[in-house]
């Protein structure tokens, strides 16, 4: 009989988390049956064999190569069985019943057009994980950054910017962070699988947005939580995933923008990599003559002056 639920996790290089995400899932999922397809991608702390030993009923894709995220969760759903797809990231806990609280509404108000649904995500610590956003326009890009932020908050409404949202009520959004969603048989069937040209990051960002283009609307669920430790695979190699996040960002504005979008958002961020390259230049003198730690002041030049490089290599021609 076929399952409700097919529930992709795609893995690298965190089997304590993972094993907590595994077991969180068959403890607090009661309501629906459910598949777990775990892909590994070539985990160094045999992830994949830890899998294979302590949860015998997951189906197992052990990769040999890393072969980046949203490839590996199509080779997932290449092999899922269940009605319904969600995605699921290896660094969640599940609580209360939460997948099955997700499943409820999924399937409560499919006929309003709903083919997506995500949940609250929170920290270790319990408080709130912003995971909420407004698809990406030129003008608010200018100032959703690091250097206006903290102002903005101060002025800013949930419709300005829903980055700045407290995600208090149930509503539709535009799109959240792909550490946990929820799409329907019949939005699956619709969209289809992920674009594997996103190796990590922007990959949910297009999605949410193949969604909204195929008719379907995406609901951020207020009071269903699960916890999301947040980046454990990405910040290991931080310069690399650093320049994989603009790779990534300009492939998802290549692909559902004008050509002068794509064109003037890059100029737009090669001006403001410089402009952190000189700041963090001057705290690290600063740093340097008042005795302080200068490590993560070279770290980030590091950092910023690597993704300048970047963008003067032919990877960072982007193809669509």
């Not at 160094?44 to 302590?54: C, K």
């Not at 499943?103 to 912003?130: A, F, R, S």
């Not at 619709?190 to 609307?217: C, H, N, Q, S, T």
């Not at 916890?227 to 310069?239: D, E, L, T």
Request: proline share 1%; charged share 25%.
């Amino acid at each position: 009989m076929q399952k409700d639920l097919s529930i992709v996790i795609v893995s690298w290089n965190t089997k304590a988390l993972l094993r907590k995400c595994l077991q969180s899932v068959y403890d607090e999922t009661k309501k629906y049956s459910f598949e777990i397809i775990v892909v590994d991608n070539d985990s160094p702390d045999d992830s994949a064999g830890m899998v294979r030993d302590e949860f015998s009923e997951v189906k197992l894709v052990a990769n040999k190569t890393n072969n980046g995220f949203a490839p590996a969760n199509n080779q997932g759903l290449a092999i899922a069985e269940g009605k319904n797809i969600l995605f699921l990231n290896p660094d969640t806990v599940v609580l209360n019943g939460a997948i099955d609280k997700m499943m409820d509404y999924l399937i409560d108000n499919k006929d309003k057009g709903v083919g997506c649904v995500v949940c609250k995500l929170l920290n270790d610590d319990m408080t709130l994980q912003k995971s909420v956003n407004n698809f990406f326009s030129l003008w608010s890009s200018f100032f959703e950054n690091r250097f206006f932020a903290d102002i903005l908050k101060k002025f800013s409404t949930k419709k300005m910017f829903m980055s700045f949202w407290d995600h208090g009520e149930t509503r539709e959004i535009d799109w959240a962070y792909g550490a946990v969603f929820l799409v329907s048989e019949e939005c699956y069937k619709k969209v289809g699988m992920l674009d594997d040209r996103f190796f990590i990051y922007a990959e949910e960002m297009d999605y949410f947005m193949r969604i909204r283009k195929a008719g379907y609307k995406s609901v951020f669920l207020h009071d269903v939580e699960i916890i999301h430790y947040g980046k454990s695979s990405s910040r290991q190699r931080r310069a690399a995933m650093f320049i994989q996040n603009y790779k990534s960002l300009y492939l998802y504005i290549k692909k559902h923008y004008s050509a002068f979008t794509y064109y003037f958002y890059r100029a737009r961020a090669f001006t403001f990599l410089f402009l952190w390259v000189i700041i963090f230049s001057l705290k690290f003198v600063l740093h340097k003559l008042t005795g302080k730690s200068t490590e993560e002041d070279t770290e980030q030049l590091k950092v910023y002056t690597q993704t300048i490089k970047w963008h003067f290599t032919k990877d960072s021609l982007l193809k669509t």
